[in-house]
């Protein structure tokens, strides 16, 4: 451990920040990791990486009830471990559900958040960012603020309704056909009075794209297709399982321009705004090759994981080492430098394993599987290592991370273990392939 690096607090129990750890030593700060000491993830951590428990206190048990961090701040010693290190910086996972609890919390005890809270209430929300791509003349699907049950016509189907904070498949009704927009309206999932963003829909592929604005560079991913799985009970609403990279072969030479051209535009915005950091996008790409902006989400996103574990999904470049620095120097470059989305043909994956229960029907955890890289072969898993310096690109592997603790009781929807494959999980169409299947077959609580 080098003394004269500043530490920062980051959350073990999170796959993104342990795929770092790979790193570590490499890094302009010194990482310290905290894990709830009766939940895993230790096994996945760099050796070379420090680890501090914390603990909920007697008598309580987390459950998906609550924001996992908003419970470790409210429910255990975290607060006094990190003080105890005498770390002032911290990063967490914000979400548009925990980023008020988490800035308060570090407002009342002097803790810096590496990732600023307050651009998150502003890109994430759907109205915001839609007038923002309207002022700069981003390309974008035709839309329009509506508010719920007044006068204010919807678009003849196919559109997509969504509130102003959805997060994922939560919040956004994709209406196919006038009986959808009926059984929408009849299901009360949207209260009268909401506002709402209506967008006409196009057809095409639904992509992802992080980038990493700083104050010289930005910084293009690859890019991802988001995977959802159609909610039985209502075909409008779709639930978010996953991601697959898309293979640069694969992709529209006119879009490659496109995404080159729309996001290079986007970082020059960003900095003089002041907006850095890592920025994910949710896009369409029509059958043209046109880019139309949807989403943009301020934080560490489902991609990720395979993001910072994989240096070729940035082009070789080492960014969390980029972000980091940005932040240590105050100093400008003359001229900024753009790096274009990467040319590789990496198709991993990323799939959530997901238990639906209720209050009637609760669920009890009864295995949790060892954590770590499974090789796959010949339909069959066999358990490989725990060290995440394994996890690589030859030979058809996955990394296996419970999400939820052996022995707990969920009364809610919970995903219960987070896979990263290096290989496809889905076909074409956004459905599990038959190696998906397999593991979602394979592993269960």
């Given at each position: ?8 607090a ?8 342990l ?32 680890y ?52 308060k ?25 839609n007038?923002?791509?309207?002022k ?30 959805s ?51 930005t ?73 139309h ?28 080492s ?18 274009s989305?990467?040319?590789n ?89 038959e ?11």
């Open positions: 451990m080098n003394p004269n690096k500043e530490k920062i980051v959350f073990g129990d999170f796959i993104e920040f795929l770092i750890s790979k790193y570590i030593n490499d890094l302009p700060f010194e990482l310290i990791y905290f894990f709830e000491k009766d939940f895993g993830g230790r096994p996945l951590l760099s050796k070379s990486a420090k501090i428990n914390y603990s909920f206190r007697d008598g309580y048990k987390f459950t998906d009830e609550m924001d996992f961090i908003e419970a470790a701040i409210k429910n255990s010693d975290l607060t006094k471990k990190i003080k105890e290190e005498g770390i002032a910086l911290v990063w967490p996972i914000l979400c548009i559900e925990n980023f008020e609890i988490i800035l919390w570090a407002n009342q005890n002097a803790f810096r958040l590496l990732d600023p809270p307050g651009l998150i209430p502003k890109l994430e929300n759907k109205l915001f960012f007038r923002f791509l309207t700069h003349h981003i390309k974008k699907p035709v839309s329009k603020e509506i508010i719920y049950g007044d006068r204010s016509r919807f678009f003849n189907p196919p559109f997509v309704l969504q509130t102003p904070l997060d994922g498949g939560a919040g956004t009704f994709i209406i196919k056909n006038t009986n959808e927009r009926q059984a929408l309206v009849k299901s009360g999932k949207i209260k009268r009075g909401s506002k709402l963003l209506m967008r006409k829909w196009i057809e095409g592929i639904p992509g992802g794209i992080t980038i990493l604005v700083s104050k010289d560079e910084i293009l991913s690859s890019i991802r297709k988001q995977c959802f799985e159609v909610n039985n009970q209502h075909n409008f609403y779709e639930e978010f399982e996953g991601l697959q990279f898309i293979a640069f072969k694969d992709i529209n030479p006119a879009a490659v321009k496109n995404i080159n051209k729309v996001f290079k535009n986007i970082g020059t915005i960003f900095r003089k705004e002041d907006w850095r950091g890592f920025f994910s996008f949710d896009f369409i790409i029509s059958g043209n090759g046109d880019i902006l949807i989403e943009c989400n301020p934080r560490i996103s489902a991609a990720s994981a395979l993001l910072f574990h994989f240096p070729i999904l940035f082009g070789g470049n080492k960014v969390i980029i972000f980091l620095s940005d932040i240590q120097t105050k100093k400008h470059n003359k001229k900024i430098i753009f790096k989305f990467p040319e043909n990496f198709k991993g994956s990323v799939l959530y394993l997901v238990i639906n229960c209720s209050s009637k029907n609760p669920v009890l955890v009864k295995n949790n599987f060892k954590d770590g890289i499974y090789k796959f072969k010949k339909g069959k898993f066999s358990f490989l290592s725990s060290d995440i310096a394994n996890f690589g690109l030859r030979g058809k592997m996955i990394l296996f991370k419970n999400e939820a603790q052996k022995g707990t009781v969920h009364k809610n929807q919970f995903i219960f273990a987070s896979v990263l494959s290096n290989f496809p999980l889905y076909n074409s169409s956004g459905n599990l392939n190696e998906g299947k397999l593991i979602k077959d394979y592993f269960k609580v």
